[in-house]
């Protein structure tokens, strides 16, 4: 029988645990939301080191985006012919590619870039901290090292028309639901985005949705939203400006009465499934409850 290994070698043995835990989880949650390890498969782990961990609640990990990209760019001040190619999708996961809004280094003007979901830090050693840095707590921003650098002069706007979320009915049962504008309008998640530079390879860029308290409208269904930014917001929270002065004040709840919610088919639950009639509102009585696959 090999000999256990001790010292650094160890502690790889342990860090590697900690990311199969992690990819297993996320993995399974992007099929099925409601799954989790066993507390016994947790506790047998050893715990990954507190400053990279992102104590993640994993709110908001699905959204939505149906609006074109004539609309998007009209809506963020965009000129069309300078955006890059992307289609509507409406069962947006964690570690899909998808387009974010930011201020041109060179212009200042807004720009789209296409990132991967899942934030790497410039200074990681992989890009595997990615599959659980998918959102931000905006309490913890300025300070948690995973987030604090990006949070001072790397911040950028998540273009979305809704987010799912699904609330508990009971041990066995989760019902979705999609949050959307009263107005039907697209809106912007607060979000942060990193460029990490692999040993070999061309340089990843990643991002981050913060996430805030509920508003009365979400803690229904969850503990905490992703943070939406009002549309006169949108240049302040991704000015670079004074890194001792941060615009953290916009890390707050979205008010209620300019949102709706509503219930929708459980297929959702599966990112195989994305087409717009994910995002139709269905009768939680009539609707059938085999749709998951």
């Not at 290994?5 to 900690?18: N, P, V």
């Not at 297993?24 to 782990?45: E, K, M, N, W, Y």
């Not at 949050?179 to 942060?192: I, R, V």
Request: with cysteine; hydrophobic share 35%; charged share 25%.
């Amino acid at each position: 029988m090999p000999k256990l290994k001790t010292g650094s070698q160890a502690w790889s043995l342990r860090a590697d645990a900690h990311h199969v835990s992690s990819h297993l989880q996320i993995a399974a949650r992007i099929i099925d939301p409601g799954f989790s390890l066993s507390a016994r498969s947790r506790t047998a782990l050893i715990s990954f080191p507190s400053h990279l961990q992102s104590n993640q609640t994993y709110m908001c990990g699905r959204f939505a985006r149906r609006s074109t990209q004539e609309v998007l760019a009209d809506w963020f001040g965009v000129e069309l012919e300078d955006m890059p190619w992307f289609a509507p999708s409406y069962n947006i996961a964690p570690q899909s590619t998808q387009p974010v809004v930011r201020l041109n280094a060179d212009t200042g003007e807004p720009e789209f870039v296409l990132m991967r979901w899942g934030l790497v830090p410039y200074w990681a050693k992989d890009a595997k901290v990615g599959y659980t840095t998918i959102n931000a707590r905006a309490e913890e921003v300025v300070t948690k090292p995973l987030f604090r650098e990006a949070v001072k002069r790397r911040r950028c706007l998540v273009p979305a028309d809704a987010f799912y979320e699904w609330q508990n009915l009971n041990s066995k049962k989760k019902r979705p639901f999609a949050f959307g504008l009263q107005s039907g309008e697209p809106y912007a998640f607060a979000g942060l985005w990193e460029r990490w530079k692999p040993k070999q390879g061309e340089p990843l860029e990643t991002f981050t949705i913060l996430t805030s308290d509920p508003n009365e409208l979400a803690q229904e269904v969850h503990d905490r939203m992703p943070v939406i930014l009002e549309r006169q917001d949108y240049t302040r929270w991704m000015d670079p400006g004074d890194p001792n002065r941060l615009p953290i004040d916009l890390l707050r709840p979205y008010p209620a009465e300019k949102m709706r919610r509503w219930p929708v088919q459980e297929r959702v639950g599966n990112v195989r499934n994305d087409d717009a009639g994910l995002l139709k509102e269905c009768d939680v009585e009539d609707e059938p409850q085999k749709l998951l696959f």
